[in-house]
């Protein structure tokens, strides 16, 4: 996969595991496609004369930035919410029916936006599925680091980002086939084949696996045998199955042992609160490199910035997304996750204060080519980092215990700065009373949030390639700073520190008994 090979120490096949983590990864199509779907469908002229709430003094309809923002960012107020509750959900339901129950609710705001013909109607839709939404963006990649091969997990993990821009370029080209037409089609086709999208991701999780850790945790062993056996290819007899299942219950019994719990609370504790911490700031300064704003507006901003065909530029814009991630499934094991976030904001930073400047400075032909290159170059830097790797570090970074809790929790900071952004943008952009009306100036924001986004992996961001979920929990209990996660060795598995632990406590009681 990718160029990236099975150790040869390595037992079994990893075949099936990557095949099914991919597939799960479909569940970041329907983010994906559904945040492509409204940028277009914003800058529709029949939505907007069906939809419209002002005009101009000529009579022609507009859409004004306080509708604007609430149609765009109501979606984001649904995810992080979906994203709260996508803990208990996972923890009860698992990690697979939780996705097909999270399928079924996005289904059902698909159907109110479709059949919409007022905000109201539209909004509430909108609301529904993106409730759906976020609970399938932290349950996807918990089902998938809880399966995935260390080796490859990166990978696997960041995939779910590369079905986000997939999603985004398949409605970019509904967009481009449906935009002229001059009824309800131009925006019911693009918001109706989203149950496709659906349908599939249902149908795949109805036959796969449920994933070893989730039946460990609830003590289903056999259980987890056949799955990790259905994972790796291996017979369930298979000493190597056998010893990496044995770990991941040593690891599940040292937790429980070292500290009883498992509740949202047990995430703000000291040895927890860190972690939670550079996880809510990784996944917020996603949101803050402003690539949604591309997603979003960004039809709008070609338009208003005079440049021609703004439907064919935003297809172009989400093929580079969809092509600049492919390397970055690669370069996440090869460069490793620090490395990587690096030359991504560096990379992102530089190009997007270029615009900037370009888009203050001249107003041209020639300029708007010089604009157009560089918002490509931003989003390449964007798609090959920090758009895959902030959901591979924080699907890696916590313990069993609390992995489905604190992935909630820090996915839904992804989307409470998505809704801020989303909300905010038009304001921010927009000519007209009360509005900002920075247009291209946006990107000064943008560019200095991407140098913070420097700082703060340098100082807090582990280095946890080719390291088992366990390791990586070791990682954190024995490495003090970020910076020197990187010569970070594993000591011993968890099995033998449950081994010492019972053997502390044999001592404990014959010293007692003396």
Not at 206 to 232: G, Q
Not at 359 to 364: I, K, M, N, W, Y
Request: aromatic share 12%; hydrophobic share 50%.
């Amino acid at each position: 996969m990718l160029g990236i090979h099975k150790p040869a120490n390595v037992a079994g096949s990893s075949r099936p595991a990557i095949i099914i983590g991919a597939f799960v990864a479909f569940g970041g199509l329907l983010f994906g496609y559904d945040t492509g779907t409204i940028g277009g469908i914003l800058a529709m002229d029949f939505w907007v004369k069906e939809f419209a709430q002002n005009h101009h003094a000529d009579g022609t309809p507009y859409i004004s930035a306080s509708q604007k923002s609430l149609i765009v960012s109501i979606l984001s107020a649904g995810t992080f919410f979906g994203a709260l509750t996508a803990a208990p959900a996972g923890d009860f339901l698992g990690r697979r029916w939780g996705l097909i129950v999270s399928t079924l609710i996005f289904s059902v705001g698909v159907i109110f936006q479709t059949a919409a013909t007022e905000t109201v109607l539209f909004s509430i839709g909108r609301f529904i599925a993106g409730y759906g939404v976020g609970l399938v963006s932290a349950l996807v990649p918990l089902y998938q680091s809880e399966s995935a091969p260390k080796w490859i997990r990166g990978a696997i993990v960041g995939a779910y980002q590369f079905a986000i821009t997939v999603g985004l370029l398949l409605a970019a080209c509904v967009n481009q086939g449906t935009h002229a037409r001059n009824d309800s089609g131009s925006y019911r086709i693009p918001v109706a084949l989203q149950f496709l999208w659906a349908i599939i991701l249902i149908g795949g999780m109805l036959v796969l696996p449920e994933t070893p850790r989730f039946l460990i945790k609830k003590d289903k062993y056999d259980e987890a045998l056949k799955s990790m056996s259905r994972l790796r290819a291996l017979p369930i007899d298979h000493p190597v199955l056998i010893e990496e299942l044995e770990e991941i219950r040593a690891n599940h019994e040292f937790e429980t042992q070292a500290a009883k719990g498992g509740a949202y609370i047990d995430c703000f504790r000291d040895g927890m609160l860190k972690r939670l911490l550079t996880g809510m700031g990784l996944q917020a300064l996603q949101q803050l490199t402003g690539i949604n704003f591309i997603f979003y507006y960004g039809t709008n901003f070609f338009k208003d910035s005079g440049i021609d065909n703004p439907f064919l530029i935003g297809l172009i814009t989400n093929l580079v997304n969809v092509v600049s991630t492919l390397p970055g499934l690669y370069l996440v094991e090869r460069m490793g996750r620090r490395n990587l976030l690096l030359f991504g904001a560096i990379g992102m930073a530089v190009s997007q204060f270029v615009v900037a400047i370009v888009g203050v400075t001249a107003a041209s032909v020639v300029a708007n080519k010089v604009l157009i290159a560089f918002v490509c170059i931003y989003i390449f830097f964007f798609a090959c980092s920090w758009g895959p790797v902030a959901w591979v570090v924080t699907g890696e970074m916590f313990p069993l215990k609390v992995r489905a809790k604190a992935l909630s929790i820090t996915t839904a900071t992804n989307w409470l700065l998505n809704f801020a952004i989303g909300y905010a943008t038009p304001y921010l952009v927009d000519p007209g009373e009360g509005n900002a009306d920075l247009g291209a100036k946006v990107f000064f924001l943008w560019g200095g949030c991407c140098f913070i986004c420097t700082a703060f992996v340098y100082l807090f961001i582990y280095e946890t390639k080719g390291l088992s979920l366990e390791q990586i929990d070791e990682l954190y209990e024995t490495v003090g700073n970020a910076w020197n996660s990187m010569h970070f060795v594993p000591s011993q598995s968890y099995a033998d520190r449950v081994h010492h632990s019972d053997k502390a406590e044999e001592v404990k009681t014959e010293v007692a008994a003396v």
